[in-house]
């Protein structure tokens, strides 16, 4: 696997194959391709993020990746990113704890600036300088020595130096790209790295047996680094494996998994991990034992780490069964409804929404005399549906009131009407519209207003 291509990332190719198997592909925002995006104008200072960078001849920033730099997915509390973000961190915060048990052992940083040196995105993790990752066909150049950060991993030099020893790094990343159903040029990703002091990967009384660095250093080796004695790299890949193995299960439930070696710059050795889904092995995420010359760089050279880093679209992809990346982006309330209100830990399964136009219509009426508002709502909740039927894609109660002089109780119901086979003219939706607001009137004596 190359690091970074455009086919190379571990979620693109889960969406490829779980793509290719979608049953129905639904509707998404209509998004142009970005090679067909023009360069936006060049600001002279471009403001990102608390930052403020010159730009220069390098920038290649179109004005569709700046207007999606804007959305901040993972801030849209239903949005189902965020649900799996929450749940895998609830997860981790739960799990790992630190001595006492008083308090979670993982830093969540999700605050970290998108804009970020060439420095901290390919060389402090050891990416070579002829990498295709660094062509600005790939990347997003604010100016030579500054570009939108292509994965969360651009921030582990800079959080280990500052002191962290197990941290969680989540946000959106950019890579030019085309945009289809299982590409886009924005997608979020979650990282994690812990680090290890002798004492804390073999215990107090092991670490003279045990020593995590060599003497001297050996040849690098399929299983181990140079510098990292042979115990520490195997007790490093037990404790990797088992963190993301159990996280899977946290999250999927226990599913079939199996281990594939991987190439990544700044991990040796390094794994993806691949999950049973729908009979197809998917790749779901990237990992390794942290390159000892990237801890030295970030001057921590007496402890050893590990770290991995997952797509968290290709997750959501499975675990909500949804068939097109372009759709966490959509504003159609047929899509955010499925999951507003949701907790991370609800389960749910995608119900593919109709490509067609929506149509809105409130119905408002009084209740009649002695029937309180609860009463009420799960009769019109049925009678819409039943009347509706495959019509109606959304209800909602919007309003109740009770009228002060007459003590009059009054409610209002928003439906989103919607066809899957073809667009929905007023007329029609109004005929069925009023077949309901008859049904309501006969069967429960509303009285429409
Ligand atoms: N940064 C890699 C990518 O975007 C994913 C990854 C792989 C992150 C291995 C890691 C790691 O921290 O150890 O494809």
Redesign the pocket.
Known sequence: MT??SPS???SRRLCRILLANAAHYSNAEPASSESATPKSSRPEIFKLDGKEIRTDSCWNLSNSVLTLLERQLLNEPSNPLNLLKQRIVNHVHQTYRKPGGRSPLFTVCEREPRVVTTFENFDSLLTPADHISRRPSDTYYVNQDYCLRA?T?AH?HRLIREGLDAFLTVGDVYRRDEIDKTHYPCFH?L?GVRLYAADQLFGTAGINQHPILEKTPTERKPHKQEKIAEDASNALQIQLKAFLEDLCDAIFGVCEKRWVDAY?P??HP?FELEIEYQGKWLEVL???VLEQKLMEMAGVPDKVGW???LGLERLAMVLYTIPDIRLFWTKDSGFLSQFEGKSPTDSIVYKPISAHPQVTFDVSFFLPESVQFNDMTSDVYDTIRNVGGELVEQVKLMDEFTNKKSGKRSQMYRIVYRSNEKSLTKQEVNAVHKAIEQELVEKFSAVIR
């Open positions: 690091l970074l190379r990332c571990v994965h991993t582990e990703q990282e990544f700044f991990t390094s990237g990992c390794g770290a991995f880093g």
